[in-house]
């Protein structure tokens, strides 16, 4: 399975980017799938995660910002960030996790629920 990761870029503070995650190797329709993000020397966090029917949870920080949509036929996830801030500034990476479980929000959350990872696509909010 591989997960590429595009869309990232250099934004002023204010605009908007989307990312786009493409897999092949596996189809993931059915599948869980979340955007996390690392900012220099801090952890991975998690930004949103959409499950198989639809259903999305986000981190309180991007709430109302940001949007993460899946596109079945093109096996694909997206996530629109608008007006990003700074602070949005990170490396953003897809995951997957290929479970039929009924997960609550805080298993979106933990970054071992997932099996497999894109490698990232930086973006860069200027003030």
């Known amino acids: 399975v591989q997960l590429q990761a595009s869309g990232g870029g250099l934004v002023q503070a204010g605009g908007s980017l989307k990312l786009s995650c493409v897999a092949s190797?596996?189809?993931?329709?059915?599948?869980?799938i979340s955007w996390f993000r690392q900012a220099p020397r801090k952890e991975r966090n998690f930004v949103a995660g959409?499950?198989?029917?639809?259903?999305?949870t986000y981190t309180e920080a991007v709430k109302g910002r940001f949007t993460i949509s899946r596109d079945n036929a093109k096996n694909t996830v997206y996530l629109q960030m608008n007006s990003l801030e700074p602070e949005d500034t990170a490396i953003y990476y897809c995951?997957?996790?290929?479970?039929?479980?009924?997960?609550?929000?805080?298993?979106?959350?933990?970054?071992?629920?997932?099996?497999?990872w894109g490698q990232g696509t930086l973006v860069t909010v200027s003030s």
């Open positions: 959409i499950g198989r029917t639809g259903t999305t």
């Open positions: 190797g596996h189809t993931i329709s059915a599948d869980k």
């Open positions: 995951a997957v996790s290929p479970t039929t479980q009924s997960w609550y929000a805080s298993n979106y959350r933990e970054p071992a629920n997932y099996d497999y």
